[in-house]
């Protein structure tokens, strides 16, 4: 009875069920798309991408007035896109490498949005939101912000998965294959982009790197198959969110953080287990036959 | 940067697959220039070849045979000069497989097998087609030709080099490419499986290929035709009319001994890098 209690009492509370669904979303989607991002290395670029939008926030701020918290959304989508096809296209055009190209770009970026954010009379809380996201403060037109990007955003995966796949394995490929390479690539990074920013009201700028990288890498240990990468990852992305919530709830640990430290408990254990997973196949493999082991 | 431009514009255009020139030859090459920057990669390229021919592309390192494979696929731009193929640009054609050097590729992907060599069909799909049951079968029967059937489910990771090679030539098969271009298949293999692809490379009858290679010997004994390469053409033609001492020490410098022996052979050994060249 306990049990069920312990379970069942938060849901009494409509802000924590809306949380709930939210970082059950949120954590499945930056899973699918956080497993491109693994593959193709692009770790940092995430990171980059969630805070370059905070200039954009704090024009928002600027224009649209504190309460408005429906038009910074779409202030931070533009922010979001824009810089991601901006990095795209240095990368693509310059002799700059992309990684020092993605880290001038959000090195200024987040720098423009602190300076914005300073002008505004009492910018700390506004910051603190920001950075560390409040996902006990989701409203409902949140959700279905969530929902609708997130549905938009699966499909997109679905209709073009093999173009993606191949783009992300082999560009070379790609281009032989005359598959529109240089399309992809951009709306890969649009993707993650709105990823970025549908995310943000739950773990912020600071944790979303986690909830994209995290848990599709603890997949990525566990699989053998992108689309079982995905749904791996999704499953932990989404337990580790509600996890996370329940020790916020009873614990009192900032809900962000908590779901990043489940994710990340989870990647440790995945860590322990593939390791010894692969030491047996090998002396499983090397029993059975010592013609493979002589080729490797 | 133009051409860079132009050439990124035309490899990124969804293009309906070429028609092939019946009298065309499967490939020619005129006055074939590449630059990387400022550096000139190829100089004055020009030759034909026949379809069905096997071309081993010798050269020391940096000699450009990467690149001339590159640019024959269409995925490096052209400083100047002409490729076609079946007498039609690259960029037009589905039909020309590229096989990297297995450390070009990230082998820690999670696909397995068979989604590696399926990956061969889907320029033939083109998007939002799903794979079915016929390119489901090709793949099955690619995988079937190089020895590879029951290894389909394996993570590719888990593949020997060989095995790994055989992959690439499966993906070949199952792309039903017509111009074959292997970089370095040989390397970091063992003897066996070196024959093993040598042997595959000969059941490959209905393909145009093009080998880069380092050894001279095998380039020799297992093609049809030879191109000798640093930068510029130094030989083409039959392996005995190209492999020729003064060629050779142009191609090598000091790095390069050879022997002469009984039957008039020349046994050469090959370093592959010399002082003057930038050994990478």
């Given at each position: 009875m306990?049990?069920i209690?312990?379970?069942?009492?938060?849901?009494?509370?409509?802000?924590m069920?809306?949380?709930?669904v939210?970082s059950?979303?949120?954590?499945?989607?930056?899973?699918v798309?956080?497993a491109?991002?693994?593959l193709?290395?692009m770790a940092?670029?995430?990171?980059?991408?969630?805070?370059?939008?905070?200039?954009?926030i704090?024009?928002?701020?600027?224009?649209?007035g504190?309460?408005?918290r429906?038009?910074?959304f779409?202030w931070a989508?533009?922010?979001a896109?824009?810089?991601?096809?901006?990095?795209g296209w240095?990368?693509?055009?310059?002799?700059?490498?992309?990684?020092?190209?993605?880290?001038?770009v959000?090195a200024?970026?987040?720098?423009l949005g602190?300076a914005?954010?300073?002008?505004?009379?009492?910018?700390?809380?506004?910051?603190?939101?920001?950075?560390?996201?409040?996902?006990?403060g989701?409203?409902?037109w949140?959700l279905v912000?969530?929902?609708?990007?997130?549905?938009?955003?699966?499909?997109?995966v679905?209709f073009?998965y093999?173009?993606?796949?191949?783009?992300t394995?082999?560009?070379?490929?790609?281009?032989t294959?005359?598959?529109?390479?240089a399309?992809y690539?951009?709306?890969?990074?649009?993707?993650?982009?709105v990823?970025?920013?549908v995310?943000?009201?739950?773990?912020g700028?600071?944790?979303?790197?986690?909830?994209l990288?995290?848990p599709?890498?603890?997949?990525?240990?566990?699989?053998r198959?992108?689309?079982?990468?995905?749904?791996?990852?999704?499953?932990l992305g989404?337990?580790?969110?509600?996890v996370?919530l329940?020790l916020?709830?009873?614990?009192?640990?900032?809900?962000?953080a908590?779901?990043?430290?489940?994710?990340t408990?989870?990647?440790?254990?995945?860590?322990?287990v593939?390791?010894?997973?692969?030491v047996?196949?090998?002396?499983?493999r090397r029993?059975?036959?010592?013609?493979?082991?002589?080729?490797? | 940067?133009?051409s860079?431009?132009a050439?990124?514009?035309?490899?990124?255009r969804?293009?309906?697959?070429?028609?092939?020139?019946p009298d065309?030859?499967?490939?020619?090459?005129?006055n074939?220039?590449v630059?990387?920057g400022?550096?000139?990669?190829l100089?004055?390229?020009?030759?034909?070849?026949p379809?069905g021919?096997?071309?081993?592309?010798v050269?020391?390192?940096?000699?450009?045979?990467s690149?001339?494979?590159?640019?024959?696929?269409?995925?490096?731009?052209?400083?100047?000069?002409?490729i076609?193929?079946?007498g039609?640009?690259?960029?037009?054609?589905t039909?020309i497989?590229?096989l990297?050097?297995?450390?070009e590729?990230?082998?820690?992907?999670?696909v397995?097998a068979f989604d590696a060599?399926?990956?061969?069909?889907?320029?033939?799909?083109?998007?939002?087609?799903?794979?079915?049951?016929?390119d489901r079968?090709l793949?099955?029967?690619?995988?079937?030709?190089?020895?590879?059937?029951d290894r389909?489910?394996?993570?590719?990771?888990?593949l020997?080099?060989?095995?790994q090679?055989?992959?690439?030539?499966?993906?070949?098969?199952a792309?039903?490419?017509?111009?074959?271009?292997l970089?370095?298949?040989?390397?970091g293999?063992d003897v066996?499986?070196?024959n093993?692809?040598?042997?595959?490379l000969?059941?490959?009858?209905?393909?145009?290929?093009?080998?880069?290679?380092?050894?001279l010997?095998?380039?020799?004994?297992?093609?049809?035709?030879?191109?000798?390469?640093?930068g510029?053409?130094?030989?083409?033609?039959h392996?005995?009319?190209v492999?020729?001492?003064e060629a050779l020490r142009e191609?090598?410098?000091g790095?390069?001994r050879?022997?002469?022996?009984?039957?008039?052979?020349?046994?050469?050994?090959?370093t592959?890098?010399?002082?003057?060249?930038?050994?990478?």
């Amino acid at each position: 009875m306990f049990v069920i209690h312990w379970l069942t009492a938060p849901l009494q509370y409509p802000f924590m069920v809306r949380a709930l669904v939210a970082s059950v979303l949120v954590s499945g989607l930056c899973a699918v798309i956080g497993a491109y991002v693994v593959l193709r290395s692009m770790a940092f670029l995430g990171d980059a991408l969630a805070h370059s939008v905070l200039p954009g926030i704090a024009a928002g701020l600027l224009i649209s007035g504190r309460g408005d918290r429906r038009s910074l959304f779409w202030w931070a989508l533009g922010t979001a896109i824009a810089v991601s096809l901006g990095i795209g296209w240095i990368g693509e055009r310059s002799k700059i490498r992309e990684d020092t190209a993605i880290g001038i770009v959000f090195a200024g970026m987040f720098a423009l949005g602190v300076a914005l954010l300073s002008t505004v009379r009492g910018f700390a809380v506004d910051l603190v939101h920001i950075l560390f996201g409040n996902v006990l403060g989701v409203s409902s037109w949140d959700l279905v912000v969530i929902g609708g990007f997130g549905a938009a955003i699966l499909l997109t995966v679905i209709f073009f998965y093999k173009e993606f796949l191949v783009v992300t394995f082999d560009p070379t490929l790609a281009a032989t294959l005359r598959i529109r390479a240089a399309f992809y690539r951009r709306l890969l990074l649009v993707l993650v982009a709105v990823v970025v920013v549908v995310s943000l009201q739950t773990v912020g700028l600071g944790l979303m790197l986690a909830m994209l990288i995290t848990p599709a890498t603890t997949a990525f240990l566990l699989t053998r198959r992108l689309p079982w990468m995905m749904g791996t990852g999704a499953i932990l992305g989404a337990v580790s969110g509600v996890v996370g919530l329940y020790l916020s709830f009873y614990w009192g640990i900032a809900s962000g953080a908590a779901i990043v430290l489940v994710a990340t408990g989870f990647f440790l254990v995945s860590l322990l287990v593939s390791r010894r997973r692969d030491v047996l196949r090998w002396r499983l493999r090397r029993r059975s036959s010592g013609q493979s082991v002589a080729e490797e | 940067m133009t051409s860079l431009r132009a050439a990124a514009a035309r490899t990124g255009r969804r293009t309906t697959e070429a028609v092939h020139d019946p009298d065309a030859p499967a490939l020619r090459i005129r006055n074939l220039h590449v630059s990387y920057g400022e550096r000139l990669a190829l100089e004055d390229l020009t030759f034909d070849l026949p379809a069905g021919a096997r071309l081993a592309v010798v050269g020391p390192n940096g000699a450009g045979k990467s690149t001339l494979l590159k640019a024959v696929a269409g995925i490096v731009p052209r400083a100047g000069g002409s490729i076609a193929v079946h007498g039609v640009v690259p960029e037009g054609h589905t039909c020309i497989a590229y096989l990297p050097q297995r450390s070009e590729v990230d082998w820690r992907f999670p696909v397995t097998a068979f989604d590696a060599v399926m990956m061969g069909r889907i320029g033939r799909l083109g998007p939002l087609r799903r794979p079915k049951e016929r390119d489901r079968a090709l793949v099955r029967e690619a995988l079937g030709l190089v020895g590879l059937e029951d290894r389909e489910e394996r993570r590719i990771g888990e593949l020997s080099g060989g095995e790994q090679q055989r992959m690439f030539i499966a993906r070949a098969i199952a792309q039903e490419a017509e111009l074959v271009l292997l970089d370095e298949p040989l390397a970091g293999l063992d003897v066996s499986s070196q024959n093993e692809v040598l042997a595959l490379l000969a059941q490959l009858r209905k393909a145009t290929i093009l080998v880069a290679l380092h050894d001279l010997g095998v380039a020799a004994t297992h093609f049809d035709f030879l191109l000798l390469l640093r930068g510029r053409m130094l030989g083409f033609g039959h392996p005995a009319d190209v492999l020729q001492p003064e060629a050779l020490r142009e191609a090598y410098g000091g790095a390069l001994r050879m022997v002469r022996t009984e039957d008039g052979i020349l046994v050469v050994h090959d370093t592959t890098c010399t002082a003057e060249d930038r050994c990478s």
